[in-house]
């Protein structure tokens, strides 16, 4: 079986600093991935690259078979590669039924024997609202929602593009321990009905629970790949996060 | 409890669906109302006045496209307005036979033409910068008009106009005023299907958040063109009539900062998010401005416009639309 996602050499710089460097990830369909690093070790700027967000000056990026190194991030989206936002960036005029509306308009309907139109497309939206427990506030705006709804939100819409690949960069940062358990379910349960995560955690306990495969990625390279239980006792790792 | 609020939604579309059409109808039914009244009051004064009021409801409304929908601030809309009306310049020097329309067709699309143009250099500025680029535009297309000759130059251009009305009869500023309530009818109709739209939807999206509608799907760079040209060609269609209104166009009132002002001010002050908006302010500011040209002077218009703005900025952002809106809530 081929890769989904298969990233090789990625290079990304900002002026004279190198936040990425030589980066090489694949990922298998229907897997459940997770990815760590301290802060500011370009996990972000590594899903800015894969989602096209940024654009990397080295290497490849390859998506369910085909290079999409020049493609704008929308284009990304329509093929099934779907993000949320470590802060959440809701469409505040819109309300949530609305928010939602966005991908399903321009990237499910943009798909090829895919046209939702008028009623579907809310049927669908309310669905997606019910799954990650925000149907009761359909017709409120972002502003209305708590923290962790904001979260739910975020992921809602991500999960409204019906992606290939959903990325969840720290979806759970600030959550409480009830909270961190309910998003953890939520991606768990989209992994179970086909959608390959990828999962951005800085909360170990979650990251633990949802791994397969554990990347680590330290000053923008990737110091460890494989299995979960290994990779957090592999020295260079340990070194990492303690120090020596 | 999900299957009820599907089916109320679902009868709101279906009304939605007919709505277009009635919209329309309404529109034109109100446009005939308003020209049915300034014919019996039958004084041509009249006319002029409306004139000025509907122009600036389509220039609001034009610029309200770009900047309240997607949540681009144009500075330039004079050199819109005055593409608009130094094409008509050109078409009645060139093809004097034209009828009135097919020459603000011909603006209007040319406008449109500078508007993806300047679009496509500029909208990877944003906020503020691209304010500043759009400004720069206005000034440019001034120099160039300024220094051609063909239309005038800095002397400016008289253009006669008929003294009958083609098709209606009576004075020619009639049909002026008819032409402008046609255009209005147009913009109007095209500023609600849009917002009803999934063009709308995505206009919100970049207005609110750019990235995140990159990152679900909304083309963004594509959308931001298509709403400049829209804007850009609806400004330029209400300008295209100016030349045969005033008769005698020089750059000085072809790109007077008061278009520019007025056309920000009318929709801030009605309010940005929807069609309404424009139409408000524009009737409400436009007809101040008239009635303060005749009873006080026609300076202190331009202070009223400035004041008003001021303290709409201040206490009602949202414009009067959003004060209604908040109380709904």
């Known amino acids: 079986m081929s890769a989904l996602l298969h990233v090789e050499g990625l290079g990304k710089r900002f002026g004279g600093f190198t936040a990425l460097q030589y980066v090489g990830l694949e990922v298998q369909p229907g897997e459940r991935l997770g990815l760590i690093g301290p802060n500011g070790s370009g996990k972000s700027t590594l899903v800015n690259c894969i989602c096209g967000t940024l654009r990397n000056e080295q290497g490849s990026v390859r998506f369910a078979g085909a290079a999409v190194n020049g493609l704008t991030a929308h284009q990304r989206t329509r093929l099934g590669l779907a993000r949320s936002f470590q802060l959440p960036r809701p469409f505040g005029s819109l309300t949530l039924v609305e928010n939602l509306r966005i991908p399903i308009l321009y990237a499910v309907n943009s798909r090829s024997g895919h046209s939702l139109s008028g009623p579907a497309i809310l049927t669908r939206c309310l669905e997606l609202l019910g799954q990650v427990g925000l149907a009761d506030k359909a017709h409120r705006l972002p502003r209305d929602l708590t923290q962790i709804e904001m979260r739910k939100l975020e992921l809602a819409r991500a999960m409204a593009a019906e992606p290939k690949l959903l990325i969840a960069d720290e979806a759970m940062a600030g959550l409480s321990h009830a909270e961190v358990d309910e998003i953890l379910a939520l991606l768990i349960r989209l992994n179970g009905q086909g959608v390959t995560v990828i999962m951005i955690e800085h909360i170990m306990r979650a990251v633990m629970a949802f791994s397969q495969r554990l990347a680590v990625l330290v000053a923008g390279r990737k110091i460890a790949d494989g299995d979960p239980k290994d990779v957090v006792r592999d020295p260079e790792v340990v070194r990492a996060y303690l120090g020596e | ?329």
């Not at chain 2, 309200?64 to 929908?69: F, M, R, V």
């Not at chain 2, 601030?73 to 050199?79: Q, R, S």
């Not at chain 2, 801030?268 to 309404?276: D, E, H, P, Q, R």
Request: hydrophobic fraction near 55%; include cysteine.
């Open chain 2, 1 to 329: 409890m999900v299957s009820s609020v599907v089916k109320e939604e679902e009868e709101r579309e279906g009304i939605r669906g007919l709505g277009h059409l009635a919209f329309i109808a309404a529109l034109v039914a109100a446009a005939a109302v308003i020209f049915g009244i300034a014919r019996l009051i039958g004084n041509s004064y009249a006319f002029f006045a409306a004139y000025v009021v509907v122009q600036y409801i389509v220039l609001g409304s034009a610029w309200n496209i770009l900047g309240g929908y997607t949540g681009y601030v144009n500075f330039g809309i004079t050199a819109f307005f005055a593409i608009g009306a130094y094409s008509t310049v050109v078409l009645y020097k060139l093809t004097p036979w034209l009828p009135l329309p097919a020459m603000i067709v011909v603006g209007g699309a040319m406008a449109a033409l500078v508007g993806l143009g300047t679009g496509y250099l500029t909208l990877r500025l944003r906020g503020v910068f691209f304010s500043i680029a759009t400004l720069a535009l206005a000034v440019v297309v001034q120099t160039l008009i300024t220094n051609w000759d063909f239309v005038g130059g800095a002397r400016g251009a008289y253009v006669l106009r008929p003294k009958l009305a083609p098709l209606i009869g009576g004075d020619y500023v009639e049909y002026l005023f008819l032409v402008m309530l046609g255009l209005c009818v147009a913009v109007l109709a095209t500023a609600r299907a849009i917002e009803r739209s999934a063009l709308g939807y995505g206009f919100a999206a970049i207005r609110d958040d750019e990235a995140a509608a990159e990152a679900s799907g909304v083309p963004t760079l594509r959308l931001k063109l298509v709403a400049t040209a829209l804007s850009g060609g609806f400004m330029g269609m209400a300008g295209a009539p100016l030349p045969y209104y005033v008769t005698y166009l020089d750059p000085a009132s072809g790109f007077s900062l008061n278009y520019a002002v007025n056309a920000i001010a009318m929709p801030l002050i009605g309010g940005t998010a929807s069609w309404v908006g424009p139409v408000i302010g524009g009737i409400l500011v436009g007809g101040l401005q008239e009635y303060i040209r005749v009873t006080i002077s026609s300076a202190v218009n331009v202070l009223v416009v400035g004041v008003l703005m001021v303290a709409f900025v201040i206490l009602a952002p949202q414009g009067i639309v959003g004060l209604f809106q908040r109380k709904r809530r």
